[in-house]
C-alpha cells in the first residue's frame, strides 16, 4: 500500500473527521491558545488533508439546491457588501466548512457517521472539563488567553475588552464554567450535543455501555455547571420528543401519524407559552425576560436589516469595527459579536433570500428526520430521530445565538441534510434508511470504500 492509499484508509478519514468536527465545534478555544494566524494555518493543512483523504469521495458529492443556493448567495453578496474584505474570508470559510462536511458524512454510512459525531463532540466534552480542572486545581483562578488577537484585531475599541478570561475558574464555586470554548452557552450546547449522540449511539449498540454512560454523566454535570437557560429548554423540548418518539415506535401504524400530529401541535403550544412565559421560565436560571440583553440587540438588527432588503453582504461572525456591526453594538449598548439569533442575523447579511433559504433548509431537515420517525416499528433504528433531536436543538439554540451560520453550527447542518433524503424529493419512503439508518446509494458507496480500503 502506498502513502496515497493509507492517507485515504479508513482510520485516516475517520481520524481526520474527528478532528474536523472537534475543530470547528471548538474552534474559539484554539484561537484563544494558537492565535489567529497558526489557528488559520491549522485550518488550511486541515482542509488540504480533507482534500487528499477523500479524493475517492470528491466525484460523487452534490449539494443539493436549498444548500447550494444558500453558498451561492452568500458569494453574491460579496458584490454588494459592505464590508467586502470581510465577507471574501467570511465565504472562504463557509465554503472550506461545506466542503469538509459534504465530505466527511458522504464517505461515511449513516450509522459509522454517528459515532464519528459522538467522538467529535466527546473530545470537545473532554477538553472543556480539561481546562476547567486545570483552572480550578493548578491555576487555583481564571484563566487568560495566551493570544490576545481577538483583542488586538478591534484596534483599541474594547469590543472583546481587555479582560477576557478563557475560564473564570468557578468549577469548585459551583459554576458557572465556560470550557474550552470560553463561553457557558456553546459549552452547554456541546454537552447538549454529546448527551444526544451518545443516547443514540447506545441505543444503536455502537459503543460500549460504558463509554456512553460516562459520557453522559460527564455531559450532564457540564450542564448543570454552565447553568445555560437556553440549552436547559432545548434538554426538555428534546426529552419531550425523545418520549414521544419511542411512543410512536409502538404504537400501531393507524396511530402513528395522529400521535405525530399531535405531538408537533403540543410543541408549538409549549413554544408560544414558552415565549409567552419567558419572563418565569428565565427567571428560575436568574435571566431577565429580555434574554440578557438580547432583545435591545434584535430591534437594532431588525432596524438595520430593513434599510437593506439584499441583506449587508455575509459575514459570519461580525466585523464590530465597521458599520453598520459598529453601530448595532453601540445603540445597544451591549458587546455582541453576532445578532443572537440566526435568522435575524441571516436577514441582516444575507437579506430577505437567505433568510427565506434558511428557514427552507431547517424545515426541510426536520421535516426528512420526523417522518422517518413516524414511520419507524420496534427494533428499527434510531438514527433518524438523532437527526430530529440534533436538528431541533440547533434550531432551538438559533433563537438565542447564530451559530448555525459558521463554524461547526453550519459543518451540522450540512451534514444533517446530507444525512436524510430531502422531504420534497421523497414520495416513498426507502424501507433500508427506516429499518438501517442508511439509504441504498449511500449504503453501497460505504461498501464501496471499505472496499477500496
Known amino acids: 500500500m502506498n502513502w496515497r492509499d493509507r492517507l485515504s484508509s479508513r482510520p485516516v478519514r475517520d481520524g481526520l473527521t474527528v478532528w474536523i468536527i472537534v475543530l470547528l465545534t471548538s474552534g474559539q478555544g484554539f484561537r ?16 488540504v488533508a480533507i482534500a487528499a483523504a477523500f479524493r475517492p469521495t470528491l466525484a460523487t458529492v452534490r449539494l443539493p439546491l436549498p444548500l447550494g443556493a444558500f453558498v451561492s448567495l452568500a458569494t453574491l453578496t460579496v458584490l454588494w457588501s459592505s464590508t467586502r474584505a470581510v465577507s471574501v474570508l467570511a465565504v472562504v470559510v463557509l465554503l472550506a466548512t461545506t466542503f469538509a ?52 484585531l478591534t484596534d483599541g475599541k474594547n469590543v472583546v475588552g481587555d479582560d477576557l478570561t478563557w475560564t473564570d475558574g468557578l468549577l469548585l464555586d459551583g459554576g458557572p464554567i465556560q470550557g474550552w470554548v470560553g463561553n457557558r452557552n456553546p459549552f452547554g450546547m ?45 434538554a426538555l423540548y428534546l426529552a419531550g420528543i425523545t418520549i414521544a418518539a419511542f411512543w410512536i415506535r409502538r404504537a400501531p401504524p393507524g396511530g402513528k401519524k395522529v ?3 399531535a405531538v408537533l401541535t403540543l410543541t408549538a403550544v409549549a413554544a408560544v407559552l414558552t415565549i409567552k412565559y419567558r419572563d418565569v421560565i428565565f427567571g428560575v436560571f436568574d435571566r431577565g425576560a429580555d434574554l440578557t440583553n438580547r432583545t435591545e ?11 437593506r432588503p439584499e441583506g449587508w453582504g455575509y459575514v459570519g461572525y461580525w466585523p464590530v469595527w465597521e458599520a453598520p456591526y459598529s453601530g448595532i453594538v453601540e445603540r445597544a449598548g451591549v458587546l455582541a459579536t453576532h445578532a443572537h439569533n440566526a435568522f435575524l442575523d441571516t436577514w441582516l447579511q444575507m437579506g430577505l433570500v437567505g433568510l427565506a433559504l ?3 433548509i431547517v424545515v426541510l431537515i426536520f421535516g426528512s428526520s420526523w417522518r422517518l420517525v413516524e414511520r419507524a416499528d420496534r427494533g428499527d433504528t434510531y438514527i433518524p430521530l438523532a437527526w430530529t433531536l440534533l436538528t431541533v436543538a440547533m ?19 450540512v451534514v444533517l441534510f446530507l444525512s436524510a433524503p430531502q422531504v420534497f424529493r421523497l414520495t416513498l419512503v426507502d424501507p433500508s434508511l427506516v ?17 477500496a480500503d
Open 395 to 413: 434550531l432551538l439554540q438559533s433563537l438565542t445565538e447564530s451559530r448555525i451560520l459558521v463554524e461547526g453550527g453550519w459543518y451540522l447542518m
Open 435 to 451: 429499518h438501517r439508518g442508511t439509504p441504498g446509494r449511500a449504503e453501497s458507496e460505504a461498501k464501496g470504500q471499505a472496499s
Open 190 to 234: 456541546i454537552a447538549l450535543l454529546a448527551a444526544v449522540t451518545g443516547v443514540v449511539v447506545l441505543l444503536e449498540g455502537l459503543v460500549r455501555r460504558a463509554d456512553a454512560a460516562l459520557t453522559l454523566l460527564a455531559a450532564g454535570a457540564v450542564h448543570l455547571l454552565t447553568m445555560s437557560a437556553t440549552v436547559t429548554v432545548a
Open 101 to 152: 462536511a459534504a465530505v466527511t458524512v458522504r464517505s461515511a454510512g449513516n450509522r459509522r457517521f454517528m459515532v464519528l459525531l459522538y467522538r467529535g463532540f466527546q473530545v470537545s466534552l473532554g477538553l472543556g472539563i480539561l481546562l476547567e480542572l486545570v483552572a480550578a486545581f493548578l491555576v487555583r483562578g481564571p484563566i487568560y488567553p495566551p493570544m490576545t488577537d481577538l483583542t488586538s
Open 358 to 360: 434558511l428557514v427552507a
Open 259 to 261: 400521535i405525530s400530529r
Open 32 to 47: 484563544y491558545l494558537l492565535g489567529i494566524p497558526v489557528y488559520a494555518a491549522v485550518c488550511v493543512l486541515s482542509i
Open 297 to 307: 440587540i434584535w430591534r437594532q438588527v431588525v432596524a438595520a436589516a430593513e434599510m
